[in-house]
Each structure stands twice: as structure tokens, then as C-alpha cells.
């Protein structure tokens, strides 16, 4: 039987039951946990050297009262690298490649930053869907506007992620199936796509930890607006 090349992202089922809470996680129990010892191995420390860089950077855009979402940022930054690296190993499933996913993670935290910026500057916050020094009669049309393009953002951070991981899998499923068909055919075309296919591994490792870093980012950036 042919499979289609979107087989890979269809939600893996055991004996009728879906897969994918055991793929959220999975993740968790890959890093190890801190110990009470005054010093720590090298991947502990490695670990924590990463996540206090991270959390500098994360914080350096947001005022002091959006510090109090390091913790849950940097926890969503590390839970997507991983979940996006563990997708690259073969015969594993990547569950944010699934708009579901990403969407149900995106709006609650969108939201959570609209509700903050509501609840403690309402005026300031009301103030984003009006540019100031706008023309009389262009203030309903861009009323309009800035409210589709604030309810749009979870949308935009979910199809964001969903639609550069798929284009990459795609891309290592079709180079990777063109240089197994022509491996008997013409084994030096095979070699350099093969050649190709490694290289494109590389950029999809680095798209992986790019657009968790982005995701994360763009929602700092929304904090930052409402705090």
C-alpha cells in the first residue's frame, strides 16, 4: 500500500488510543532533576547555564511586572525545542505539527495577556486599536483593522509554528524518498542528494529551535504591550 506523504502527521494511535498525551509528555522525563548538592554534573550545569541565559534574554524587553512569567515562558521555550528535536529522530511523531496543539497553547496565553492588560490599563490598552494623530475619517476602518490583527495573533503564533515544521518534514520525507529511488538507478545523483538531505537535516535542527524561540518571543513582545 502507497502511503501519502502526510501519513507522518497523523496522530498515532495504540490499540485505539491516541499517542499524543505520551508525546507531551515524554519530554519531561528526559531532564534531569536539580539536587540539593553544592555542585551539580555537567549536564545539570549545562542545563541550568541555559535556562538562566534564556531567562535574561526573555526578560530584557519586559518591565518588572512581566517578570513574573519567566518561569512560564521559559518552561514553554524548553517544552517546545523538545518536543520539535524529539520530532526529528525517525519513527517519532511531532505533535507540534498539529494546529490543534499549537493553537490550544497559543490562545490561553494570548488571552491571559489581553485580560492583564483589560484588567490593569484599560485606556492604554484600548489606546493600541487607534494610532494617535489618525484622520477623522479613517478611525472606524482602523478601529476595524487593529481589532482583526489583535484577534488574529493566536492564529498567527499557531499556523507560524504548524506551517514551518510540516514544510520542513516534507521536504526531509521527499529529498530522503527521492535519493532511495535513485540510489540503484544513479548512485552519484543519490549520493548528492543524500548530501542535500543532511544539510537540510542541519537547517530544519535550527529551524526547530528558531520557531520555539519565536513563539515565545512574539508573546513576550504581547506581554510587553499590556503590562
Given at each position: 500500500?502507497?502511503?501519502?506523504?502526510?501519513d507522518?502527521?497523523?496522530?498515532?494511535?495504540?490499540?485505539?488510543v491516541?499517542?499524543?498525551?505520551?508525546?507531551?509528555?515524554?519530554?519531561?522525563?528526559?531532564?534531569?532533576?536539580?539536587?540539593?548538592?553544592?555542585?551539580?554534573?555537567?549536564?545539570?550545569?549545562?542545563?541550568?547555564?541555559?535556562?538562566?541565559?534564556?531567562?535574561?534574554?526573555?526578560?530584557?524587553?519586559?518591565?518588572?511586572?512581566?517578570?513574573k512569567?519567566?518561569?512560564?515562558?521559559?518552561?514553554?521555550?524548553?517544552?517546545?525545542?523538545?518536543?520539535?528535536?524529539?520530532?526529528?529522530?525517525?519513527?517519532t511523531?511531532?505533535?507540534?505539527?498539529?494546529?490543534?496543539?499549537?493553537?490550544?497553547l497559543?490562545?490561553?496565553?494570548?488571552?491571559?495577556?489581553?485580560?492583564?492588560g483589560?484588567?490593569?490599563?484599560?485606556t492604554h490598552?484600548l489606546?493600541?486599536?487607534?494610532?494617535e494623530?489618525?484622520?477623522?475619517?479613517?478611525?472606524?476602518v482602523?478601529?476595524?483593522?487593529?481589532?482583526?490583527?489583535?484577534?488574529?495573533?493566536?492564529?498567527?503564533?499557531?499556523?507560524?509554528?504548524?506551517?514551518?515544521?510540516?514544510?520542513?518534514?516534507?521536504?526531509?520525507?521527499?529529498?530522503?524518498?527521492?535519493?532511495?529511488?535513485?540510489?540503484?538507478?544513479m548512485?552519484t545523483?543519490?549520493?548528492?542528494?543524500?548530501?542535500?538531505?543532511?544539510?537540510?537535516?542541519?537547517?530544519?535542527?535550527?529551524?526547530?529551535?528558531?520557531?520555539?524561540?519565536?513563539?515565545?518571543?512574539?508573546?513576550t513582545?504581547?506581554?510587553?504591550e499590556?503590562?
Amino acid at each position: 500500500m502507497t502511503l501519502s506523504f502526510f501519513d507522518q502527521f497523523l496522530s498515532p494511535t495504540h490499540l485505539g488510543v491516541p499517542l499524543m498525551a505520551l508525546a507531551l509528555t515524554l519530554p519531561w522525563i528526559l531532564y534531569p532533576a536539580p539536587t540539593a548538592r553544592w555542585l551539580n554534573n555537567r549536564l545539570l550545569a549545562l542545563q541550568g547555564w541555559f535556562i538562566n541565559r534564556f531567562t535574561q534574554q526573555l526578560l530584557l524587553p519586559l518591565s518588572l511586572g512581566g517578570h513574573k512569567w519567566a518561569a512560564l515562558l521559559t518552561s514553554l521555550m524548553v517544552f517546545l525545542i523538545t518536543l520539535n528535536m524529539l520530532g526529528l529522530l525517525p519513527y517519532t511523531f511531532t505533535p507540534t505539527t498539529q494546529l490543534s496543539l499549537n493553537l490550544g497553547l497559543a490562545t490561553p496565553l494570548w488571552l491571559a495577556t489581553v485580560i492583564i492588560g483589560m484588567r490593569n490599563q484599560p485606556t492604554h490598552a484600548l489606546g493600541h486599536l487607534l494610532p494617535e494623530g489618525t484622520p477623522g475619517p479613517l478611525i472606524p476602518v482602523l478601529i476595524i483593522i487593529e481589532t482583526i490583527s489583535l484577534f488574529i495573533r493566536p492564529l498567527a503564533l499557531g499556523v507560524r509554528l504548524t506551517a514551518n515544521l510540516t514544510a520542513g518534514h516534507l521536504l526531509i520525507q521527499l529529498i530522503a524518498t527521492a535519493a532511495f529511488v535513485l540510489m540503484p538507478l544513479m548512485p552519484t545523483v543519490a549520493l548528492l542528494t543524500s548530501a542535500v538531505l543532511v544539510l537540510l537535516t542541519l537547517l530544519e535542527i535550527a529551524v526547530a529551535m528558531i520557531q520555539a524561540y519565536v513563539f515565545v518571543l512574539l508573546l513576550t513582545l504581547y506581554l510587553q504591550e499590556n503590562v
